[in-house]
């Protein structure tokens, strides 16, 4: 009959542990201790057994390494002694990969890669793309060679994301280091993709959540009453109404540039959407009038919404729609004004279901098989943003 294993520590119990004139090692359970030195420092180390004799690894420094986290580093050195891996050996083979020749190391053949690939990506991607290698993949595997990296490496940082409750980012890193080490085998420094193989390890992804969205007039008219009455000085309220009527993507509101803005001409040239080659944006009269009373405070930067020299963080949004509009996530979604727009455009306003898609940077195909041309339909596209910010206007009267 299996046991429960009793852990001996608490928080509390290892944050007040007090050292004492000679080492102690204050033991967890199941071979995890907290060392002691008479000097206070706290090292929690992990006692097993290897040729028959006693051997201890380092899981790291307290507090630097919490209970919660050492208790996770032991177990995953247990699972690993289960299959015949070795921790001190894995260590001292980790060690030596630190003295790789220069140019061979995963940190610096991503890099080599996105020098190469960012030009053609859109800006949100690259930020993304920069972002996670160097937050999630560089401090794991980052000095290892390219060619030494194995599919439980790549596991290890994907299972690190997953255990943030980041299923679907655990993912898109795993994706990305595929794309590195494929560079990495055409270059030669590298025999094959690790990440393809670690699939079927991987914790399935979490079905769709919905996206809340107002759909009814009247909702709709509560809520512009709601962002007209508000008062205060918010960068994020008039980001809000212009993602209202433009209904485009919020990330891509909240990176506007005004290098993208022609004014003159009433169009935004969105280079952040998903959409290959940019998507051009009609304004409404609405909208105009909103950046031009923006451009006298951010007009000298590079964002629209810059708070103080980049756009402000991707909850805000949402925040603002919970904290100063008062409503809950289960009614709205900043995301969910794509679909207000689609439904009110193809239902109320009776536009024509192509017209929506393009606007709302869908892929739309021709009859034939080919894509629509986004640089037509302008004139169609350019009355409908008019008439739906008019109609909002109107029912909110």
């Given amino acids: 009959m299996s046991t429960k294993l009793i852990r001996k520590l608490t928080d509390s119990k290892v944050k007040t542990a007090k050292p004492g004139d000679k080492v102690k090692r204050v033991a967890d359970g199941n ?40 208790r996770e580093k032991a177990d995953q050195m247990r699972a690993a002694r289960a299959t015949g891996v070795d921790p001190v050996r894995e260590k001292e083979r980790q060690r030596r990969q630190l003295a790789v020749a220069p140019g061979e190391t995963f940190e610096e053949v ?7 690939n960012a030009p053609g990506w859109s800006d949100a991607h690259a930020d993304r793309f920069r972002f996670r290698i160097e937050k999630d993949v560089n401090p794991a595997i980052g000095n290892m060679r390219v060619g030494d990296i194995r599919p439980t490496d790549v596991l290890s940082v994907v299972r690190s994301i997953e255990g943030r409750g980041a299923v679907n980012s655990g993912r898109r890193v795993k994706g990305m280091i595929g794309q590195v080490m494929r560079y990495a085998v055409a270059l030669g420094l590298a025999p094959f993709d690790p990440s393809r193989d670690i699939g079927a390890a991987l ?57 993208d803005i022609d004014l003159e001409d009433r169009i935004w040239r969105d280079g952040v959407t998903k959409v290959e080659g940019g998507h051009a944006v009609p304004l409404s009269r609405q909208v105009l009038r909103i950046l031009e009373e923006q451009r006298g405070i951010s007009g000298h930067r590079e964002y629209v919404w810059s708070n103080p020299y980049k756009p402000f963080s991707d909850v805000m949004f949402s925040k603002f729609l919970r904290t100063n509009l008062t409503y809950d996530q289960s009614e709205v979604s900043a995301h969910g004004f794509r679909a207000t727009a689609r439904t009110v455009l193809a239902e109320r306003l009776k536009y024509e279901p192509r017209i929506i898609e393009l606007q709302l940077s869908h892929a739309v195909p021709e009859t034939h098989g080919g894509a629509y041309n986004r640089a037509l339909y302008m004139d169609q596209r350019s009355e409908m943003m008019q008439h739906y910010s008019d109609w909002l206007d109107q029912i909110a009267s």
Avoid at 36 to 43: F, R, S, V, W
Avoid at 110 to 116: G, H, K, M, P, V
């Fill in 31 to 70: 071979g995890l201790t907290l060392t002691i030195t008479p000097n206070g420092t706290k090292t929690w180390h992990l006692r097993y057994r290897r040729d028959d004799k006693a051997t201890m690894v380092s899981l790291g420094r307290y507090p630097d390494v919490s209970l919660a986290i050492a």
């Fill in 110 to 116: 991503a890099a080599d890669f996105f020098a190469q």
């Fill in 203 to 259: 914790k399935p992804s979490p079905k769709a959540k919905h996206r809340a969205a107002l759909i009814h007039p009247e909702e709709i008219a509560k809520f512009m009453r709601r962002l007209y009455a508000y008062n205060g000085t918010s960068i994020v309220r008039p980001a809000l109404e212009v993602l209202v009527r433009t209904f485009q993507r919020p990330g891509e509101v909240r990176c506007m540039r005004w290098a």
